[in-house]
């Protein structure tokens, strides 16, 4: 139950055509300037978290349209057709899967209704609400339980007015007021009781002959009243309209959704049972909800609390809100866990921990392509262990909870949830190689971390292949190269080709790097050796024609060459440059893309060393000109540094104190889109 006080929609004349200018500005801001969306919400998606808005208050201006279009469902007042017809459009232009669904109550009328603007809609329903069809009590005095709203006879015993009973009425008028406007998806149907005696007493009249009814009778005529009602509004609102009743899921095989209110105020594990039945049982699409709530105290910093109904509707697939209650159904509050982006989910939720007879108590899990959802209804926490290594939110609200640690473990907190993200983010280097699997810490040039790091993994490629993504033969899609025991296979515009750079002999690990060589639009792949054997570096096409080759060392020299290619000069051409492999010197060289020698060599770190040194190159000070990354061999102690051409020590910073056995490997890849990269690290402990 909704509280509705209708005397707050009326407004002055001047404020309406106040809004006929913020409109026409808005649309303009929308359609010419594409708002930009800061928040994950999907827009629409249906993606998880799937979220709902209770939007009940009587005012939307442009900053309120622009919050709201963050969510997937909306649910307005109907009047909002007549008051803010505007902000309704703009929702749908910022937002164009955003559904609206049109407040009414099915089983209540306030008198407030009736007190409006004679235009609106809720005065209209309020003109067609005869005497009859209002429930009486036996001496004949109207029903209320919320105060202000009287109960409306939804039963087929009661009188008809002009041939209609109010299950005819309602169904019509929004068909008529509100479904023809075009501005709504559905409607959401308040006050759908399957048991009214239970909130309305014993002394109910359902045919008005002055006589109370038995409860079961007055409660079965009811119900069987609502069904036919609900059944009447499908056909209204179409079988692709949309249906959420509140109050209960005895119609939830008619509908498309059933809100579960102040959930878990009154327990967990029956409700969440009667939801997982309801979401089953809906009509498709089901947008079954729960709403969280504060209890009508102003409390958006229950974090617990908004956790534990927003994880409780992951695990069965439900929409969620969150807001102060059913007087405070007028909230923006936002959540970290809104933005995460768990994307669809892989089957169902399993109970990993149970704590009761009830078939529901306990601890529940959910995977989902982006990550995993957690919740315990019990009273104390439990650890559990996760299928993997997971990531807390990088949180700006509870940094207790979502501090952006990795887990293979975890404590599920008491009576609460959390969302936790998976670590497969391959598609965050781009044009930069990676070993697939390997777990890449993301650092400035000055070396501050950016961000928490992931596993960069793509499954349809070979585990600890070395691999590539970017836009080989510049149509605009995304290409990939794989190395993997000495073959470098392409797969471009639909098709793959496999080759081997040093012969079908050569078994070992390759190093990659892509980059335009020419002049075609085109780009190119450098291989060099990563490890044992020669040092000779090798060009070519992306159908795996040979361009060109050169040795980088000297030809007695077995360690291979790391490789990277880039513009060090801001001249818009592209050089090579080369790093020693294990078993010699950190030693840099840079050549132009036909192996003819460009500028001078140097070592990045002290030429003793002799686990040898990866490299990449990128622009990563925003400068116009790309640096040269080098990562610290076999046997060091790990740190990064960044130089110029020139061999110029930029930025250097450690990442540890103890010698690392295997050295590190540096990538580069603009993860934020500023047109500054960062700098890609992997080959560090994870924990």
């Known amino acids: ?29 929308a359609v010419g300037a594409i708002v930009p969306m800061s928040s994950f919400a999907a827009r629409g998606s249906l993606a998880a978290p799937k979220l709902l808005n209770l939007y009940l208050g009587w005012q939307i201006n442009e900053a309120d349209s622009q919050k709201l279009a963050d969510w997937d469902l909306v649910v307005l007042d109907m009047d909002m057709q007549w008051q803010a017809p505007q902000q309704m459009r703009l929702l749908k232009l910022l937002n164009p899967k955003i559904k609206l669904l049109a407040y009414v109550s099915a089983g209540e009328l306030a008198a407030s209704r009736g007190q409006g603007d004679p235009t609106s809609p809720s005065y209209h329903l309020w003109q067609r609400a005869d005497e009859n069809f209002f429930m009486h009590s036996s001496g004949g005095a109207r029903l209320s339980w919320w105060p202000g709203s009287y109960l409306m006879n939804a039963t087929d015993a009661g009188p008809k007015v002009a041939g209609q009973r109010w299950a005819d009425a309602l169904p019509e008028f929004i068909g008529s007021e509100l479904m023809s406007t075009g501005l709504w998806d559905g409607v959401f149907l308040d006050a759908a009781f399957s048991d009214i005696t239970y909130f309305f007493g014993r002394d109910i009249d359902i045919d008005g002959n002055g006589k109370a009814d038995s409860s079961a009778g007055v409660n079965a005529a009811w119900k069987s009243g609502m069904s ?32 579960f209110e102040n959930f878990p105020r009154f327990g967990w594990a029956a409700p969440f049972k009667e939801l997982q039945s309801a979401v089953a049982t809906n009509v498709a699409p089901s947008i079954s909800a729960i709403n969280t709530n504060t209890d009508n105290n102003e409390q958006p910093e229950d974090y617990r609390l908004m956790r534990y109904g927003l994880a409780s509707a992951l695990m069965a697939d439900a929409y969620y809100s969150f807001d102060a209650g059913d007087r405070g159904h007028q909230r923006t509050w936002w959540y970290d866990e809104y933005d995460a982006g768990l994307g669809v989910s892989r089957g169902s939720a399993v109970r990993l921990v149970a704590t009761g007879n009830d078939g529901a108590s306990g601890v ?20 559990v262990d996760l299928p993997g290594v997971f990531e807390k939110l990088h949180g700006t609200q509870d940094g207790g909870v979502n501090s952006g640690d ?8 008491a009576e609460d949830g959390l969302v936790l993200l998976g670590r497969t983010e391959s598609d965050e280097i781009k044009n930069s190689a990676f070993t697939n699997g390997s777990f890449q810490a993301v650092y400035s040039a000055d070396g501050v971390q950016q961000r928490n790091g992931f ?16 836009d080989l033969t510049h149509n605009g899609s995304e290409d990939a190269v794989s190395a993997l025991n000495g073959a470098v296979r392409v797969t471009a515009d639909g098709k793959a080709t496999v080759f081997y750079p040093f012969g079908s ?26 490890k044992a054997g020669p040092s000779d570096v090798r060009v070519y096409s992306s159908s795996g024609r040979e361009i060109a080759r050169w040795v980088a060392y000297n030809p007695a020299f077995s360690g291979g060459a790391r490789v990277g290619i880039g513009d060090l000069d801001g001249d818009g051409l592209r050089e090579v440059v080369t790093g020693a492999g294990p078993g010699g010197g950190p030693h840099i060289r840079i050549f132009k893309t036909d ?11 002290n030429e003793q060393e002799r686990g040898g040194v990866s490299v990449a190159v990128g622009d990563v000070d925003g400068d116009g000109k790309d640096e040269i990354v080098v990562g610290s061999g076999e046997g060091a102690v790990p740190r990064v540094r960044v130089f110029d051409f020139r061999g110029t020590l930029e930025h250097e910073f450690y990442l540890g104190s103890k010698p690392l056995l ?19 690290v992997s080959g560090l402990s994870v924990f």
């Not at 529940?364 to 650890?383: E, I």
């Not at 070992?508 to 990563?530: F, Q, W, Y």
């Open 505 to 530: 002999g050569y078994k070992g690990k390759l190093s990659l790097a892509v980059g335009n060589t020419n002049h075609d639009p085109a780009l190119e792949i450098v291989v060099g050796r990563d």
């Open 595 to 605: 192996g003819s020698v460009w500028g001078g060599s140097f070592f990045a770190f």
């Open 228 to 259: 036919r009602l609900i059944g009447n509004v499908r056909k209204v609102v179409g079988k692709n309209g949309l249906i959420m009743v509140n109050s209960s899921s005895a119609y939830s095989s008619q509908v498309n959704g059933v809100l």
């Open 455 to 470: 596993f960069a993994q793509r499954t349809e490629l070979p585990g600890g292949a070395r691999i590539i993504l970017a």
């Open 364 to 383: 529940w899990m959910r995977s989902f392509d982006g990550g995993l959802a957690l919740v315990n209804s019990d009273s104390k926490p439990h650890k």
């Open 662 to 680: 295997g050295g590190l490997e540096v990538s580069v890849s603009d993860v934020y889109g500023d047109a500054r990269k960062e700098i890609l």
């Open 1 to 29: 139950m909704f509280d509705i006080d209708e005397n707050r929609f009326l407004w002055l004349k001047d404020n309406v055509m106040r809004n006929k200018f913020t409109y026409f500005l808005a649309i303009f801001l």
């Open 406 to 413: 990795l887990v293979r473990s975890i404590s599920v907190p």
